[in-house]
């Protein structure tokens, strides 16, 4: 499974994770490769993610990115990010879910990415991921920022979760079912919120993967953990009063998720150049693997 790569040493009470999620969010690519708002390189700053991702695992289960795909749904900004993604998937041989956002365009987003009829039927799927499932919703709003689950979606996830997953199951959508402290977000909040948490409530679902925010979040929704990742085209900058946040180029990241049997923990990695102790490495973690538990408590746990 993924999780050997990472390393076949048991240090503690847990097991290798079973499934790894590279879960990334927000690219905003534009056609042509213009920059957002005339100021972010959205693509220089997507790439810059895309060697982090390449370095933090070297074949992640699969690759959620939870919608913003394109900022205005234009057709070559898809192809842009298209031909920017796959190369790095096929490299790590994982599957890339692609997940609608606020600002994608439906038809657009199904013709360049999902090769499919250029329809404006929502953009969901389902998963099989080594026993681990993944639902992608579409909260998207044609003509609209905010989101929305509506019954025909709802009544689909249902019937979908009527039969358990090995692994459970994780959901991807983009408007994340939690409040946020940035008055802005409320207003474009997702909406059917209650019939979501009557619909995942007593199933399988052990994780919501979300993004939209522009900053890292984690709560709680119906008893459900949901994770929302930062954004890789910018973030906002939650330094400052709530009323005063805005935009900043910098701060991009993304999140690695282990799932385990009995816990599933989302790591936020930083898309930043920055000076690193070397201290630990590969050589390190054996030396370590050749002591007993008592041993490495002693050389590692030990106050000197």
Known sequence: MS?????EHVFGRHQPASHVIIHVSDP??????ARLGGRYDVESNFARTLEAVRAVHPDPTAIVV???LADLGEPDAYRRLRAAVEPVAEELGTTVV???????ERPALREGLLGLEPTSDPVTGVWDLDGLRLIALDTSVPGW???DLDEDQLSWLRDVLREPAPHGTLLAMHHPPLPSHLPLF??????HQDELADAIRGSDVRGILA????YSAHGMFAGVPVSVSSATCYTMNVARPAAD???MDAAQAFQIVHVRADTITHTVVPVTDAPTADVFSQAWIERMAALTPDERLEVFSRKR
């Open 145 to 147: 920022h905010h989101g």
């Open 211 to 214: 993004g939209h925010l522009h």
């Open 186 to 191: 409320d207003i474009l909040e997702l909406r």
């Open 28 to 33: 905003h690519f534009l056609a042509e490769g």
């Open 66 to 68: 939870t919608g913003d």
């Open 3 to 7: 999780a050997h790569s990472e390393s």
């Open 98 to 104: 692609w997940v609608a956002g606020n600002h994608d």
């Open 245 to 247: 946040v805005n935009g």
